[in-house]
């Protein structure tokens, strides 16, 4: 894709994390990778809701505007972490899907693998230490997750999911929401019963099957 449509895609992104209520106000951030030293990210204070594709800021690897009239994202500082440290990675988001941050606010990892779709597209969920949102502490304190996996809780405060594109990254984060609200039903009923061990393998072998150049975090629990 050009840059005109990646801006146009995350606007659309944009709505539609706004709109099935993973953001609130102007909430949550995206970024897409365009080369090594530039990326695409929404601006801060404007709801993702109610992007337009002018509005998009490029910046460089240190979160330098290079192009545009807003300013950019105050959290551009994790999502270049993120890319310094998993250059498969093409795109970042970060949200607030509610299920998902009251995993966040009760410092609980999504590791227990109870629906075969999540195993299958996402792989176990962990929960990253508190630090204050947009700071250099909260990019480095993703350190130790990165390799490993592609969704991350952070503690009291929401989601960051990644992809080798934009679409890829988002998905990821309808998939750990979905998971969350299972999870976190299925606990009300005072009953869940993960996958079997055997199966859980299963599904990681047949992903590896199809997907033979691709890295899939999130398997580490059984790998390990």
Known sequence: MNEKELKELICDIGKRIYTNGFVAANDGNITVKLSDKEYLTTPTGISKGYLTPEMIVKVNDKGETLEGAYKPSSEVKVHL????RRPDVGAVVHAHPPYATTFAVAHLPLDSYILPEAVFALGAVPIVPYAQPSTQELADGLIP?????DAYILENHGTVT???DL????YKTETLEYN?????LSRLLGKWNELPKEEIQKLIATFRKNN???KHPGYVKFDK
């Open 167 to 170: 679409v890829k990254a988002y």
């Open 145 to 149: 997750y990165l390799a490993d996996y």
């Open 180 to 184: 969350a609200k299972i999870t976190y």
């Open 81 to 84: 972490k993120v890319y310094e």
């Open 212 to 214: 033979p150049e691709g």
């Open 162 to 164: 990644v992809g080798t």
